[in-house]
């Protein structure tokens, strides 16, 4: 560095005296001059190697070549984007020519290069837009990614949703079927003892008994026990008379009465332990069928069979009418 500095120092002292004595030589017109050595701005390398260049086409020529090095200011110094000049110097013994090519090689300077305000870097600019232009890209591949597994995120959700809420409703139907089972279950048994109580109220009566013809369905043993707790028994007959009354209440094909003989074969008694006086046979009965047929049912006939005492059917109940 030292070298260059003492060196670009003679240079200086060399064209100093170029000045001084162009004020008695020749000197070429502006018109002439199209490139000096001051071009270059702040661009030293060059203008070092512009003035090397000259240094030694003077030495070459034996004559040191007259030229005006202009005064360099900031305001008034060209361009570096601006384009190629041809610098002629006029001597005593012929032109010399330097090229604008020779002294702005693409080589780094340690100066920086000035450029006017309005100067914008085309690629500079374009690489940004190129930047932003892809992370607009990626953002918007992004978003679409984001958005896609939001959506199949809010489908998983809503198809959990479903499938709850379908078992839910499942639940409260199945409930409710048992509920309303229940509930019927109920009401038809309420019905029932309703409709048990008005019949019990409405009994007819003969020779100082009440009779009721009760439609509930049970075995010969449960209507027995029904007729008790009414405060009777099922219905003994001991004339004709009280078995075509009977007769006429039935509405099914036959009802249990109280005649049987559970407790011995071919021994029969009434359920009342009143004695038997009274039957009304069809004709082939009793026949006791399979050995097991021990209780007595009136037919809407008015004949009476034997019959299996756990077949269920309807019965009429008979008790005595309290006096007062």
């Not at 120092?9 to 050595?37: A, H, M, N, P, W």
Request: net charge neutral; glycine share 4%; charged share 30%.
């Amino acid at each position: 560095m030292r070298f260059w500095h003492s060196f670009y120092l003679v240079t200086l002292i060399f064209f100093i005296d170029i000045v001084k004595s162009s004020e008695q030589g020749e000197v070429t017109s502006e018109e002439d001059v199209e490139y000096r050595c001051t071009d270059f701005g702040f661009n030293w390398a060059a203008e070092i190697r512009c003035l090397r260049q000259l240094l030694k086409s003077c030495e070459e020529n034996h004559t040191p070549s007259q030229r005006l090095r202009g005064a360099r200011t900031i305001d008034s110094r060209p361009q570096i984007h601006s384009q190629r000049h041809t610098a002629r110097f006029s001597g005593a013994n012929g032109k010399i020519r330097a090229r604008y090519n020779q002294y702005t090689s693409q080589e780094a300077s340690s100066y920086p290069r000035q450029s006017s305000e309005n100067n914008y870097p085309v690629e500079s600019s374009r690489k940004v837009d190129n930047q932003q232009n892809a992370e607009h890209s990626v953002t918007q591949k992004e978003l679409e990614q984001k958005l896609a597994e939001m959506n199949k995120e809010n489908a998983r959700l809503i198809q959990g949703l479903e499938a709850k809420m379908n078992q839910y409703i499942r639940l409260v139907e199945e409930k409710s079927s048992n509920e309303l089972i229940e509930m019927r279950r109920r009401f038809e048994s309420e019905i029932k003892k309703i409709n048990k109580r008005i019949t019990l109220m409405s009994g007819k009566q003969i020779d100082g008994f009440e009779y009721l013809y009760m439609e509930e369905r049970l075995s010969w043993y449960l209507a027995e026990e029904g007729c008790n707790d009414w405060g009777g028994h099922l219905a003994s007959i001991h004339n004709m008379k009280t078995n075509n009354q009977l007769t006429d209440l039935i509405r099914d094909e036959a009802a249990w009465i109280g005649t049987n003989d559970v407790q011995k074969e071919k021994e029969l008694i009434n359920s009342d332990y009143s004695r038997v006086d009274f039957v009304n046979w069809k004709k082939g009965q009793p026949d006791n069928a399979n050995h097991n047929e021990n209780c007595v049912l009136l037919s809407k006939d008015g004949l009476w069979t034997d019959e299996f005492c756990m077949v269920t059917r309807p019965y009429i109940c008979m008790r005595q009418i309290s006096r007062t």
